[in-house]
């Protein structure tokens, strides 16, 4: 990478964790506890402190505005006509799509919701975060399956590295469905859930200048498709990995001790598609 990019900002939200903080805490206790179900939905109350407003959004909106909404108290002001958004999903609006047509199939054209339309755009979720938090920088909205997330943080990193933006907001979301889950093969005894993940990207410098926390620092990125089981075994390789790595714990995350980390994923675990910088060590998962 041609510039030093960093991430000042973090942001989660998932069905037994909200913020950080919490995510740490349970990644921690190597156990999230038994199941409630085979598909884990996030509990309303992760959006209570939403403007009543906002209540037209569709459940994926909420849940990226919550993630972005955290990520950026936590990264402090910036200049909102110099940060962007890369908006990385799975699946997009797919349950709101069909929420909508449900309706016009079972009972005719003039059943339709409009309400329920306008978010059965793909980049309505974008739309709205860039309005509540007035953003005003380049913006994307990738669909590309299990590497969206990844997608949308190498674009952030481009348009760093391009001078198109100060700052990039790049966030993960996706949510569940009935039919969704029909169509998704689950091999046994694997869950899933709903979940949220926004990172602000920023250039080294900036951060330092403004006295911003730096969580850590990207090398690189990587990003390629898979089938889900293979998908979810690359993800748990990493997130083990990083667990052992003796820098990776929330007492690292200061001004003062910034963690350099690498985004990587394939489906073999190997460093597919990635961009290495010179002169720094990478790892990679076991």
């Not at 200049?79 to 997009?92: E, M």
């Not at 449900?102 to 339709?112: P, Q, T, V």
């Not at 998704?184 to 990172?199: D, F, K, T």
């Not at 820098?247 to 350099?260: F, G, I, K």
Request: hydrophobic letters at 35%; one cysteine or more; aromatic letters at 4%.
């Amino acid at each position: 990478m041609s510039r030093r990019i960093v991430i000042s900002g973090l942001g989660a939200v998932c069905p037994r964790a909200t913020g950080p903080a919490a995510l740490w805490e349970r990644f921690s206790q190597g156990d999230a506890g038994p199941p409630s179900s085979l598909a884990e939905r996030i509990p309303d109350a992760a959006f209570a402190k939403q403007s009543a407003q906002l209540r037209h959004m569709d459940r994926l909106g909420r849940i990226a505005l919550t993630a972005t909404t955290l990520a950026i108290e936590d990264a402090g002001p910036g200049n909102p006509l110099q940060t962007g958004i890369a908006f990385g999903s799975s699946y997009g609006c797919l349950p709101t799509n069909a929420e909508y047509l449900e309706a016009i199939l079972e009972r005719g054209g003039r059943y339709g919701n409009p309400v329920v339309f306008q978010n059965t755009v793909t980049n309505a979720a974008t739309g709205y975060i860039s309005m509540v938090h007035d953003l005003r920088g380049p913006t994307a909205t990738l669909c590309s399956g299990h590497a969206a997330g990844l997608e949308a943080l190498r674009f952030g990193c481009q348009q760093i590295e391009e001078g198109q933006a100060e700052r990039m907001v790049v966030v993960g979301a996706d949510t569940l469905s009935p039919m969704l889950l029909a169509g998704i093969a689950l091999p046994e005894g694997m869950r899933v859930s709903e979940a949220a993940c926004a990172l602000v990207l920023e250039e080294h410098t900036r951060a330092l200048t403004r006295g911003a926390h730096r969580h850590a620092e990207v090398l690189g990125t990587g990003h390629r498709g898979g089938s889900l089981t293979n998908q979810a075994h690359t993800l748990a390789r990493a997130v083990r990995d990083a667990m052992h790595r003796p820098e990776s714990s929330p007492s690292t995350w200061a001004p003062s001790s910034p963690v350099r980390a690498a985004e990587e994923t394939s489906t073999d675990g190997s460093n597919v598609g990635s961009t290495k910088p010179s002169g720094r060590t990478r790892r990679r998962c076991p």
